[in-house]
């Protein structure tokens, strides 16, 4: 049975593995979720080690003014990550550190639009 939780463990916080994954991390898009992922068993980096995957989630602020949508919008995002966390670790990798963006104007309608968009980036190659 699938763990359906997102621990601290699981959050990507620390400034040091955000700066990392921005040197390093490569950026795909699909629809209106793009994301920057960086693998650690691929591309091993010295004095780092993730034993699950680490996920972040950034909502520009440039797009959305007013905080309650850039929070909604994040809510999102974490929820379609916490649903779909077998599908992202069989994509992107178990131990990857990884931020989730959205990128449109428009805001989502809801869960379903916004899971579409994950789903397909989750997709194998």
């Known amino acids: 049975m699938t763990d359906f939780s997102y621990g601290v463990a699981r959050k990507l916080k620390q400034k040091r593995e955000i700066d990392l994954l921005f040197q390093k991390g490569k950026w795909?898009?699909?629809?209106?979720?793009r994301i920057?992922?960086?693998n650690l068993t691929d591309r091993a980096?010295?004095?780092?080690?993730?034993e699950n995957p680490k996920v972040g989630v950034s909502v520009s602020k440039r797009l959305y003014k007013r905080a309650?949508?850039?929070?909604?919008?994040?809510r999102l995002l974490r929820e379609c990550y916490r649903l779909n966390k077998d599908a992202f670790s069989a994509r992107f990798g178990e131990s990857s550190?990884?931020?989730?963006f959205w990128v449109s104007k428009e805001k989502p309608t809801g869960l379903e639009a916004v899971m579409r968009d994950f789903?397909?980036?989750?997709?194998?190659k």
């Open 45 to 50: 980096q010295e004095d780092f080690n993730c």
């Open 36 to 38: 920057i992922t960086l």
């Open 97 to 100: 550190l990884s931020m989730l």
């Open 119 to 124: 789903q397909k980036l989750c997709a194998p």
């Open 68 to 74: 309650v949508d850039r929070n909604r919008i994040k």
């Open 28 to 33: 795909q898009t699909c629809g209106n979720v």
